[in-house]
């Protein structure tokens, strides 16, 4: 039995000693005289619910509506704002071939925005109205500039905005038959009618500056800023929306045939848009006293960990560690059966310090200091499996600030309390493959909108770290 469990520790060793830090000062070269000792220790890490202040708003996504968390009774309420993207070097038809009005000006025929879903929480048959405002010419939102989600971005609306259009509508549209709704072609959306006189403006600047529409750029601080989409009323019904289209509709003939012509405009990824989520009442959630922590999405709150950097060092200076892995668990006394939100398909664990950096800079999870997890429903846990990289780092450069600042260990831990402080936040993750090599890696990680929220056990329960150790001995 003890050569069994011998062996299986030095196996468990060589399985992780690629993932030791090479940089740490704590990793031995192993020769043919060396002989693995492992070994583990578990450690407590204590957690508390955190409520998120600045959440990168921008997205390839937009959410619209009003819901009511039953577990918590908080409201979460979605509006957004959206640009509009044209092709490059956009044209019209010839200006003879198309119809005029009766003053012999160019007109449009109609006008339409469509707002495209593929999913919405809550039900279908819930009436929502929704009002359409342009954005301010004067005050154009700006392309170097990050929004986060919290901002107010009707400060983008002119002062004395009046809505474009109003439109009421139910998530699933019953003015279709119920074959057209089921349908597999069948793409959901809001269709809101808006003035031809808007249509008709924008006709006309493409007739009389074209070089206007020569990039999205030059349309959107030219010719058409963008709309703002309010809510005027409806509770309980959420909608995710892909992507959002203008439609202007006019006619042209060509050899004596009269055509239906469109100009269409779309809310894109090359173009701004954003969400502004208000949570209502999430402070109350805070507390230091339960015996769990939350991680609320969107623009909610995050679960933030405290490591036990020192305890893990202390004694093991001269060690290195293969393994640190913690497992989060799902504090799961909720009746499900009833229209609960959603549980985060992913999370990130990143430095406190760096939260805002890592959303704002566009970056990726690098497996050394920020790393991502999925949700184990077989198990109802998280598990972030190795984050030895992340322990041996932030040691080293408290040892490296000491030594420059001439601190010690408790009068550095007084200077930077958050040092080994990281946040657990929901995300969105994507990748891509390459076939030759078999390989994934991220190209996104992007904060989650959706509607989730759960609790971790944490909190008054300390949270388990464990950590094997490897040390040589010649």
Same mark, same amino acid.
């Given at each position: 039995?003890?050569?069994?469990?011998?062996?299986?520790?030095?196996?468990?060793?060589?399985?992780?000693?690629?993932?030791?830090?090479?940089?740490?000062?704590?990793?031995?070269?192993?020769?043919?005289?060396?002989?693995?000792?492992?070994?583990?220790?578990?450690?407590?890490?204590?957690?508390?619910?955190?409520?998120?202040?600045?959440?990168?708003?921008?997205?390839?996504?937009?959410?619209?509506?009003?819901?009511?968390?039953?577990?918590?009774?908080?409201?979460?309420?979605?509006?957004?704002?959206?640009?509009?993207?044209?092709?490059?070097?956009?044209?019209?038809?010839?200006?003879?071939?198309?119809?005029?009005?009766?003053?012999?000006?160019?007109?449009?025929?109609?006008?339409?925005?469509?707002?495209?879903?593929?999913?919405?929480?809550?039900?279908?048959?819930?009436?929502?109205?929704?009002?359409?405002?342009?954005?301010?010419?004067?005050?154009?939102?700006?392309?170097?500039?990050?929004?986060?989600?919290?901002?107010?971005?009707?400060?983008?609306?002119?002062?004395?905005?009046?809505?474009?259009?109003?439109?009421?509508?139910?998530?699933?549209?019953?003015?279709?038959?119920?074959?057209?709704?089921?349908?597999?072609?069948?793409?959901?959306?809001?269709?809101?009618?808006?003035?031809?006189?808007?249509?008709?403006?924008?006709?006309?600047?493409?007739?009389?500056?074209?070089?206007?529409?020569?990039?999205?750029?030059?349309? =959107?601080?030219?010719?058409? %800023?963008?709309? &703002?989409? #309010?809510?005027?009323? *409806? +509770?309980? @019904?959420? /909608?995710? !929306?892909? $992507?959002?289209?203008?439609?202007?509709?006019?006619?042209?003939?060509?050899?004596?045939?009269?055509?239906?012509?469109?100009?269409?405009?779309?809310?894109?990824?090359?173009?701004?848009?954003?969400?502004?989520?208000?949570?209502?009442?999430?402070?109350?959630? =805070?507390?230091?006293?339960? %015996?769990?922590? &939350?991680? #609320?999405?969107?623009? *909610? +709150?995050? @679960?933030? /960990?405290? !490591?036990? $950097?020192?305890?893990v060092f202390s004694g093991h200076?001269?060690?290195?560690?293969?393994?640190?892995?913690?497992?989060?668990?799902?504090?799961?006394?909720?009746?499900?059966?009833?229209?609960?939100?959603?549980?985060?398909?992913?999370?990130?664990?990143?430095?406190?310090?760096?939260?805002?950096?890592?959303?704002?800079?566009?970056?990726?999870?690098?497996?050394? @200091?920020?790393?991502?997890?999925?949700?184990?429903?077989?198990?109802?846990?998280?598990?972030?499996?190795?984050?030895?990289?992340?322990?041996?780092?932030?040691?080293?450069?408290?040892?490296?600030?000491?030594?420059?600042?001439?601190?010690?260990?408790?009068?550095?831990?007084?200077?930077?309390?958050?040092?080994?402080?990281?946040?657990?936040?929901?995300?969105?993750?994507?990748?891509?493959?390459?076939?030759?090599?078999?390989?994934?890696?991220?190209?996104?990680?992007?904060?989650?909108?959706?509607?989730n929220s759960i609790r971790l056990?944490?909190?008054?329960?300390?949270?388990?770290?464990?950590?094997?150790?490897?040390?040589?001995?010649?």
């Amino acid at each position: 039995m003890k050569y069994r469990f011998a062996l299986a520790a030095i196996m468990a060793a060589a399985t992780f000693f690629a993932a030791c830090d090479e940089d740490s000062g704590t990793m031995g070269i192993v020769t043919t005289q060396d002989a693995v000792s492992s070994f583990s220790n578990n450690f407590k890490i204590t957690s508390n619910s955190l409520l998120l202040d600045s959440v990168v708003g921008s997205t390839s996504k937009c959410y619209f509506g009003l819901v009511r968390d039953i577990e918590t009774g908080t409201d979460i309420r979605a509006e957004f704002l959206a640009q509009f993207h044209t092709f490059e070097d956009y044209e019209l038809p010839d200006y003879e071939s198309i119809v005029k009005n009766e003053a012999g000006e160019i007109e449009a025929d109609s006008v339409e925005l469509r707002l495209y879903y593929g999913n919405y929480f809550g039900e279908g048959t819930n009436p929502m109205k929704m009002a359409v405002f342009e954005l301010d010419r004067e005050n154009v939102i700006r392309e170097d500039q990050t929004y986060y989600a919290t901002d107010d971005l009707t400060q983008f609306l002119p002062a004395d905005a009046t809505p474009l259009a109003s439109h009421i509508f139910t998530p699933s549209d019953y003015t279709l038959s119920e074959s057209e709704r089921t349908s597999s072609s069948h793409y959901n959306n809001v269709r809101v009618r808006l003035p031809k006189s808007f249509g008709t403006r924008i006709l006309r600047a493409a007739h009389e500056h074209p070089e206007y529409f020569r990039d999205s750029w030059q349309f =959107i601080h030219r010719v058409f %800023p963008g709309f &703002y989409f #309010k809510l005027q009323s *409806g +509770i309980g @019904t959420m /909608l995710t !929306l892909d $992507v959002s289209a203008l439609n202007v509709y006019f006619r042209y003939v060509v050899k004596d045939s009269t055509y239906v012509g469109v100009s269409r405009f779309s809310a894109t990824p090359e173009v701004i848009q954003s969400t502004m989520f208000k949570n209502d009442d999430l402070q109350k959630l =805070i507390s230091n006293n339960q %015996p769990f922590t &939350y991680l #609320k999405s969107p623009a *909610g +709150i995050a @679960t933030e /960990l405290v !490591l036990p $950097v020192n305890e893990v060092f202390s004694g093991h200076e001269n060690d290195s560690i293969s393994r640190a892995r913690v497992i989060l668990t799902r504090y799961n006394d909720f009746d499900e059966t009833t229209n609960a939100l959603g549980i985060p398909s992913n999370l990130l664990m990143v430095p406190k310090a760096r939260i805002h950096s890592f959303f704002a800079n566009h970056q990726v999870a690098d497996g050394m @200091t920020t790393y991502t997890t999925s949700f184990a429903s077989a198990y109802n846990t998280y598990t972030f499996d190795n984050i030895s990289h992340l322990l041996s780092r932030l040691y080293r450069t408290k040892l490296q600030r000491m030594a420059a600042e001439g601190l010690t260990s408790a009068q550095y831990d007084a200077k930077y309390p958050e040092w080994n402080h990281v946040v657990l936040v929901p995300v969105n993750i994507a990748t891509t493959s390459d076939s030759s090599t078999g390989t994934t890696r991220q190209t996104s990680v992007t904060h989650d909108f959706s509607l989730n929220s759960i609790r971790l056990v944490g909190g008054t329960e300390p949270i388990d770290l464990q950590v094997i150790y490897s040390s040589y001995l010649k």
